[in-house]
C-alpha cells in the first residue's frame, strides 16, 4: 500500500522495539534500509490484543464514522478476513489459499464443511448422514452417498470406493474421497466426506448403482470453467485443504473474486465524496464489471491494481461496506496458507507508482471502505501485510513488511522474479503467533491438499539457514 507522509507518521512506534536480523551491511537507499538478499523469512513476536478504529458510517457529507473495534488472538488482527492485493507490472500465474482441514471424523455425522467457509444454514445435506445435496450448474441435486462399507454383492461395475449420482441426466461416479466442493447458494463450499464405513444402523442403499458411464467424469460444480473443482483424485487425505484457486492459464476461478477500485463501471458506487469504491474487475483488469469475471492471463501494467476476495458474500461479520451489495470477505482465520505464482517483469515507467510492483494483503475492512481515501481502518492498525513490494522504480528488491498498532519491517530483501515465474508461500500460523514468506521450490504444485509436513517446512525454512531471516516484533 502506498502511504503519505502523514499516515506514515500516524504509525510512527515503528522502529521501536524491535530485534530484527540483518544479513549483511544495511544499506540506506533513498530512505529505505536494505541488508541481505534472502528466500525466506519468519516475524514472530505479534501483540495480538488492542483494537482498531472501524468505520460504520461514510456519510455523503464526507463524515467517516468510526467505533473501537478490540482484537485478541495470536495473530490478531491478522486473523481478520485478509484481501489480497496486487500492483504491476506483474503477471500472476496463480494463487490458492489453503485452510487446515476439518479433523476426520469416522462417524455417520454430516459431512462437516471447511470452517474457513462459514455455516451454510439449514442446508439439507447437513441433516441427513447419507444424502449429499448441491446446487450444480443452478439445479439443487442431491445424491446418495452409497458407501455402506464393503459391499456383500458386489454391483459391478461400480467400483465399492465411488460415489455415483445422475447429474443432468449424466450418471457420474467419482472417487469416495476426503472433500466434496460445490456451489451452494452462490458460495463456493467443500467438506470433508466423512462417511467412512458402515453404520450400524446403514439403510440399505435405495438408489441402484447405475452401471458406470463409458467416461466417468465427477461432476464439475458452477460450470464449465470449474472443472478444478473435481473432487481429488489423491487417496490420502491432506492437512491441508485449498479452499480457494486461480489459474490464469487455465482460467480457473474457485472461491475468489476479482475486484478493483472502479466503482461506478458496472457495478459498485462513485461519488466526489469518497471516489471510487470497488467494483468486480473486468477481465483485462483495467475497469469495472458489471459481474465477477475471470483475469485474463495477461501482464498487469505499472500503477494499476486489482485484489482478490472470497466469493463469499458479507454478513454483519464485515463491518460497513460502501458498496454493499458486492461485499466479499476475504480469506479469514488465525491459520491459513496462501501461495502465489508470479512474475514482476521490469516496465520502465517512471510515472507515479511507475515499475512498482507490489503483493500484498488487507483487512478487507480496508478496501470495503475506501483503500486510498481517510475513511478507513488502517491509520489505526486494522492490519496489512506486505509480502513482495518494491519501494523504488525500476528497483529488483522486494520487501517484507508489517502495518499494525506499530509497524515492522526487516530490511532483508528479497529478489524481484523480473524474468522467470516463482512460487511463494505465506504462512499464518496461529499455533505458534508467527507469520513465514518462504520462496518456494519451482515445482511446488498448488494442489488441493497439502499436508502438514510441507507447511511446517515453509514455516521453518531451509533447513541448511542460508538465505533465511528471522523478524521479533516485540
Ligand atoms: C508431503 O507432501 C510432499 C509434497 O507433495 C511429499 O513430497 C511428501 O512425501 C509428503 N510427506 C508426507 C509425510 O506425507
Ligand atoms: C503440524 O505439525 C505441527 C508441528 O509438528 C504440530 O504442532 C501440529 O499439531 C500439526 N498439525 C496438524 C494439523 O497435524
Redesign the pocket.
Known amino acids: 500500500m502506498k502511504y503519505s507522509t502523514s499516515l506514515l507518521l500516524a504509525s510512527a512506534g515503528w522502529a521501536s522495539a524491535i530485534i530484527q536480523q540483518c544479513s549483511g551491511n544495511a544499506v540506506n537507499e533513498g530512505g529505505n534500509w536494505f541488508c541481505g538478499k534472502i528466500n525466506h523469512i519468519l516475524y514472530e513476536g505479534f501483540v495480538g490484543k488492542g483494537s482498531f478504529k472501524a468505520v460504520t458510517d461514510m456519510g455523503s457529507n464526507g463524515e467517516c464514522k468510526m467505533e473501537d473495534k478490540s482484537y485478541n488472538g495470536p495473530l490478531a488482527p491478522l486473523d481478520a478476513d485478509l484481501s489480497i492485493h496486487v500492483r504491476g507490472p506483474i503477471q500472476l500465474k496463480e494463487a490458492a489459499v489453503y485452510n487446515?482441514a476439518p479433523k476426520k471424523k469416522h462417524s455417520t455425522e454430516a459431512p462437516v464443511q471447511g470452517r474457513s467457509l462459514g455455516h451454510p444454514q439449514g442446508h439439507e445435506h447437513q441433516k441427513k448422514a447419507d444424502m449429499v445435496t448441491a446446487t450444480i450448474d443452478g439445479k439443487v441435486v442431491s445424491w446418495q452417498n452409497n458407501w455402506f462399507g464393503p459391499p456383500t454383492t458386489t454391483p459391478a461395475p461400480v467400483k465399492a470406493d465411488m460415489i455415483t449420482a445422475t447429474i443432468d441426466g449424466k450418471v457420474v461416479s467419482w472417487e469416495k474421497n476426503t472433500m466434496v466442493t460445490a456451489t451452494i447458494d452462490g458460495k463456493v463450499v467443500s467438506w470433508e466426506n466423512n462417511w467412512f464405513g458402515p453404520s450400524t444402523k446403514a439403510p440399505a442403499p435405495t438408489v441402484t448403482p447405475p452401471p458406470a458411464p463409458p467416461h466417468p467424469t465427477p461432476p464439475a460444480a458452477g460450470g464449465p470453467q470449474a472443472r478444478s473443482k473435481l473432487p481429488p483424485t489423491s487417496t490420502s487425505p491432506s492437512?491441508w485443504n485449498r479452499v480457494a484457486y486461480y489459474s490464469s492459464e487455465k482460467q480457473v476461478v474457485e472461491n475468489m473474486v476479482f475486484m478493483g477500485n472502479y466503482g461506478g463501471q458496472g457495478s459498485g458506487v462513485f461519488d466526489y465524496t469518497w471516489g471510487n469504491s470497488l467494483a468486480y474487475l473486468n477481465a483485462d483488469g483495467n475497469g469495472g464489471a458489471s459481474s465477477p469475471q475471470i483475469l485474463k492471463d495477461i501482464n498487469i501494467p505499472s500503477n494499476q491494481e486489482f485484489s482478490i476476495f472470497s466469493a463469499e458474500k458479507c454478513d454483519a461479520s464485515c463491518g460497513f461496506s460502501r458498496a454493499k451489495d458486492i461485499a466479499y470477505k476475504g480469506f479469514g482465520g488465525a491459520t491459513k496458507v496462501f501461495l502465489f505464482h508470479f512474475k514482476m517483469p521490469l516496465d520502465g515507467d517512471r510515472g507515479n507508482n511507475g515499475d512498482m510492483p507490489a503483493l500484498w494483503a488487507l483487512n478487507a475492512r480496508i478496501p470495503r471502505t475506501g483503500q486510498y481515501n481517510a475513511c478507513s481502518c488502517w491509520t489505526t492498525g486494522c492490519g496489512e501485510i506486505d509480502i513482495y513490494e518494491v519501494l523504488a522504480k525500476g528497483d529488483t528488491k522486494c520487501k517484507s513488511a508489517f502495518h499494525l498498532a506499530s509497524g515492522a519491517c526487516s530490511s532483508d530483501f528479497f529478489e524481484r522474479p523480473v524474468d522467470k515465474f516463482i512460487k511463494v508461500a505465506v504462512v499464518f500460523n496461529e499455533?505458534t503467533a508467527s507469520v513465514s514468506i518462504q520462496r518456494l521450490r519451482d515445482n511446488t504444485d498448488f494442489s488441493k491438499g497439502l499436508n502438514?509436513t510441507t507447511v511446517?517446512d515453509w514455516i521453518k525454512g531451509p533447513k541448511d539457514g542460508k538465505l533465511s531471516s528471522l523478524f521479533q516484533l516485540t
Open positions: 487446515l492437512d499455533a502438514n511446517q
